[in-house]
């Protein structure tokens, strides 16, 4: 990572738009001050004619591509950065067949992650499934069992959600403090999709179930076949076994063909490139629900069966990524931000600038619907003094975001899972952001 | 990684008495109660919405009725006997054999050490399966130099169905599924003489299908809600009924909350990849060309030990390393590639390589770390 110092900036800020590129050039990799330098250098502070208005510009004076160059769309090529990120230390010695990749949520607009950039957690790679090849069985404690191929399961009367997916151990990093200084490490445990596929009731109607059954089993079919226990009560409720996310087929990170999608719950429970769903009385104890997603308490005992994502928001302008370095006193301005909750709808966000002294309300914008991100919005005038600025989510089930404060206390620092305090930006005076924590630590001697 | 600062023992209980003084009292908007028609009954502590006159919230739905609708056929009994493989605690699915902790000791050190260590023991990075303990699950890292709880097979998990179950699926990491019962017996056998877990208070030697039940995690009651037997539901309802016991305890004060110490970041993680950056330009054109089938199969089968060092395997890109293999000569390289050497397994584990194929992959593997 190269650093820039600020003298540094000043001095490129001042001359003309050939050696920005320069600097753009010579600044292979980007650290966080980098990013907010490429801020300040917006055309908007020169006060010179700018060239891109007075000349003509080249994609206007030559012939643009055929249309059909690309039969399936990409994004334009400027776009490149906006991509998942992985750290190795988020992953068995950096190996990528069991780890996880993040959204990059400071580049997403609205409230549908585009299907290459959700995130994406594997335990044994990617699997490839052929969808010729592809089966899903429905046994155990069951009047009629079946297996369907593809093509039947998808003559099933469909319906569309929009839901959130988030690992329980999105921030997991942070318990113990701060230590990624960006918005897609922080929160991009997560994206928020339209899901498309069968209410699982709708096969249960026919098939019958048995009064017996209390739980499902449900497989996958990569080759570390993750599997987990669902109790049978959620999936009469509104699980779903589906087949598109956003329009088109499910993508193979996540899925392809076919995923069980348990609005609300842990990401992990919605098991990806599903193959069996079993039901049974008693559950079943697999390795993602014992020796993983359990959470360890001070106590030395551990929550088993975590399932809703608490109530939960991050704000999403600015952020390290986004900072406000190109802001001037009086400058009025949005803070934006996500919120989500697995146990309902959101109702509304507070907004606190000064590190969660007082707080004030933020608008809900777009569609407010159950499971679901959620945008917010607060008007701001920028004073140019540095803030500790922080949002708080409310859900219809009666929970409020806690503190991190309030959070530990209960929880303790060793869990993993199920981080859902209130999260931090520290906007300093040049107007970039930093990731911090307000929180009163304890140590007992 | 983050050092506790001592300064930010602040103003702690006057804050939270503060905060809670100050809860409730809900200003905003409800939801209109005629779009998200919500009961708060979910097992999970959450709402549950009604599917009424065509509405579920804000969503219109299908009312028609469904009945009929009908695809698929019913399983073979063969096609249930392949998948309906799973292995519960009572001992379901047990397949029949058996296989020694010695025998365990010989596979593991043949299959599984390259990654989870000697006695699995760790220490490269992949999860560590042994040597953690019940006493250290209490600790918390809430001051500098405390140690981690130490959560490894005999110390944490609850069954050992859990591992047999996983061992038959998941591993060997590279070739799921290719242990035959013995050896599933053997290497559970072996993982959990380790990990110190025993039989009528004696040490595994030998596991089958009829020993295994008397098997008794030590950490099998380390684990709530209990979710074993009739009332296994009801006792996750409850659990989720009191928010104290999962943290749900936020509350919602707006003035004079109370102030706290602000902890910023002690050591970056910067190790991300690809490097941040919020810029707009165009890409730097990269050496394109089709991926070529030696580079498949390295993917497939190689890469998982050979992107990096973190194995003792020379890392593909890593010129030095290989310049060091290379002085072997091409002829000992390929043969070591194909009979194995050292944590190097013969043609890395994927016996289906011909010979002609690994001498392909070790000449791309050579020539992409130049």
Known sequence: ?445 | MIKLNNKLIAIAASALLATTMFAAEGTTKPLPANVYKATKNALDGGVTYKRENGAYTAYRVNDQSTKGVNFGRAPTANELKAWDADIMPDGTGLPVGSGTADDGETLYDKDCAVCHGEFGAGGKGYPTLTGGSLESLKNQRDCPGKEAPNRTIGSYWPKASTLIWYIRDAMPYAHPKSYSPDQMYAMTAYLLREGGVQIDGKDIEELNQDNFKKIVMPNEKGFYPNIDGPKGVENVRAFYKNPKNFGAVGTRCMSNCGKESVMKIGNEITAVVPAYSTVRDLPKEEAKGAVSEAQKLYEKSCAVCHKTDAMGAPAVGDKGAWEKAMGKGMDKVNHNAINGVGGMPPKGGAMDLSDAQVKDIVKFMVESSK
Request: aromatic share 8%; proline share 5%.
């Open chain 1, 1 to 445: 990572m190269s650093n820039i110092s600020e003298n540094n900036l000043e001095t490129t800020t001042n001359k003309e738009q050939s050696s920005r590129r320069d600097f753009f050039k010579r600044t292979a990799a980007y650290s966080v001050s980098a990013i907010a330098a490429a801020n300040l250098l917006a055309p908007v502070k020169l006060s010179a004619d700018d060239a891109n208005i007075i000349n003509h510009v080249e994609w206007g004076t030559t012939l643009g591509d055929e249309l059909n160059k690309y039969p399936y769309g990409i994004p334009s090529a400027y776009e490149h950065n906006v991509v998942r990120r992985t750290s190795s230390l988020l992953s068995s010695a950096g190996d990528m067949h069991a780890a996880v990749s993040m959204t990059p949520l400071h580049e997403l607009e609205g409230i549908i992650t585009p299907n290459g950039l959700h995130f994406t957690r594997t335990h044994n790679g990617v699997a490839h499934i052929d969808p010729n090849k592809y089966r899903l069985m429905i046994h155990g404690l069951v009047e009629k069992p079946i297996v369907l191929t593809l093509e039947q399961l998808k003559k099933y009367p469909a319906e569309s959600r929009l839901l959130f997916l988030e690992c329980p151990a999105n921030g997991a990093a942070e318990w113990k403090g701060p230590q990624f200084n960006s918005l897609q490490f922080v929160k991009g445990m997560m994206s928020n999709a339209e899901w498309t596929g069968v209410r699982l009731k709708t096969i249960l109607d026919e098939i019958g179930l048995k009064p017996t059954a209390k739980w499902m089993l449900a497989e996958g079919s990569d080759g570390s076949e993750m599997s987990r226990t669902v109790p049978v009560e959620k999936v009469l409720d509104d699980a779903m076994i589906v087949w598109a996310q956003n329009g088109e087929a499910i993508r193979p990170e996540q899925g392809y063909p076919v995923r069980l999608m348990l609005p609300g719950w842990e990401a992990n429970l919605c098991v990806k490139w599903l193959k069996r769903l079993e039901f049974g009385a008693e559950p079943w104890y697999c390795k993602e629900e014992t020796s993983k997603y359990t959470a360890l308490m001070a106590s030395g005992k551990a929550i088993q069966h975590y399932y809703p994502l608490e109530v939960n928001s991050i704000i999403t302008t600015p952020c390290p990524e986004k900072p406000w370095s190109d802001l001037k006193k009086g400058d009025m301005v949005e803070v934006e931000g996500i919120a989500w909750s697995g146990h309902g709808t959101i109702t509304g966000v507070d907004i606190s600038l000064d590190g969660g002294n007082n707080y004030v309300e933020a608008k809900l914008k777009g569609l407010v619907l159950p499971k679901s991100w959620t945008r917010f919005s607060y008007m701001y005038k920028y004073e140019g003094k540095p803030l500790l600025i922080q949002s708080r989510a409310m859900d219809d089930a009666g929970f409020v975001q806690p503190s991190v404060t309030q959070e530990k206390a209960i929880m303790g620092l060793e869990g993993v899972y199920h981080r859902n305090s209130i999260c931090t930006w520290e906007v300093r005076q040049d107007g970039s952001v930093h990731n911090v924590q307000v929180r009163t630590d304890n140590c007992p001697k």
